[in-house]
């Protein structure tokens, strides 16, 4: 790819996900309704042609892939995973992501990958976020769920739910909080951020009745918060903890910027009820803009042309959108 002039928009970086699932098609669809955007897909072209062609939509212009070939690519059936499907899908995020680490893009957007059929090539990380943290060295990371009305950030990820009290600390609760304050100044542009932190219990535990997590983690770490923020001048303002039954309602109606959510449903939920077709996952404390859709790779619906585009489109359009803002 050509050195950029500095006025240029940034490229952003798409990797396709697994080829047998709807990835493909929902690349397709964004860059036909995208048509002058900055972007370069990392994945099988004959894929792209493919899907563009079923479709009826112009396939992205050579200028706009970057070819990443892998044995038995040709054979991937649509709606069937395959090793050869999760070969494809671990190699073009590979790819992409050392064009990010490099500085050939400014932001990637990644299409939806299967955790169970990439496990089976070697992939040996939770999901997109672990791996990209992994890359690019950080210790400090966070998965935040965006859409028009609500932004959540997870404290912990895919953890099972009885054991969320037991790992749960106060500076998993700090660490969501700040880095929240740190992406809504600098890549959200909220000069004074508010972030919300939702309790664990029933009524945040009424005191203790129903709980001593908020009294022993979660207020702790909003004091941790606190003190960070006031170290680093951010003017973010944390509070909480809140009963978790009313607070995304109330960051919803514009209380709040952000919700520091506990564990990985009681964040989601919300998110997806409210903005299930424009909901953004970005993942936060990475040197590179990182966005997706919030949802997966759908084999039951591949190749019969019905993927929905809008939460990739949404991704795209705030993975643009942060990078300019960088």
């Not at 493919?50 to 939509?57: D, S």
């Not at 899908?89 to 990439?118: E, H, V």
Request: proline fraction near 9%.
């Amino acid at each position: 790819m050509p050195a950029l002039p500095a006025q240029s928009p940034p490229w952003i970086g798409i990797s396709l996900g697994d080829p047998a699932g709807i990835g493909p098609e929902i690349v397709v669809k964004a860059l036909a309704a995208r048509p002058d955007l900055r972007v370069c897909v990392y994945g099988e072209p004959h894929v792209l042609e493919a899907t563009a062609a079923r479709l009826g939509l112009p396939a992205p212009a050579g200028d706009r892939v970057h070819p990443v070939s892998t044995p038995g690519a040709r054979e991937i059936v649509v709606g069937r995973p395959s090793l050869a499907s999760a070969q494809a899908q671990l190699a073009s995020l590979q790819t992409a992501t050392d064009a990010a680490l490099a500085g050939r893009i400014a932001g990637l957007c990644t299409a939806p990958i299967s955790k169970d059929w990439i496990a089976r090539v070697g992939f040996e990380f939770p999901g997109h976020t672990e791996y990209l943290a992994h890359r690019a060295g950080v210790t400090e990371f966070a998965m935040m769920l965006a859409g028009p009305r609500l932004r959540t950030v997870l404290a912990t990820t895919h953890v099972a739910l009885r054991d969320v009290p037991r790992v749960l600390t106060a500076e998993d609760v700090a660490r969501a909080a700040v880095l929240a304050a740190r992406a809504l100044v600098a890549d959200f542009g909220i000069g004074r951020p508010r972030i919300a932190v939702a309790g664990l219990n029933p009524h945040a535990g009424e005191g203790g009745r129903f709980g001593d997590e908020e009294g022993r983690i979660v207020t702790p770490g909003i004091r941790a918060a606190r003190r960070r923020l006031e170290q680093e001048r951010n003017p973010a303002e944390i509070s909480g903890p809140f009963p978790p039954d009313a607070v995304f309602r109330q960051a919803s109606l514009g209380a709040f910027d952000a919700v520091v959510a506990l564990y990985h449903d009681q964040g989601l939920i919300p998110i997806k009820l409210l903005h299930f077709d424009e909901g953004v996952n970005v993942t936060l404390g990475l040197p590179f803009v990182r966005t997706s859709p919030d949802h997966g790779t759908a084999y039951d619906i591949a190749g019969t042309g019905r993927a929905n585009p809008s939460s990739f489109l949404a991704a795209l359009d705030l993975a643009v959108r942060l990078t300019a803002q960088r």
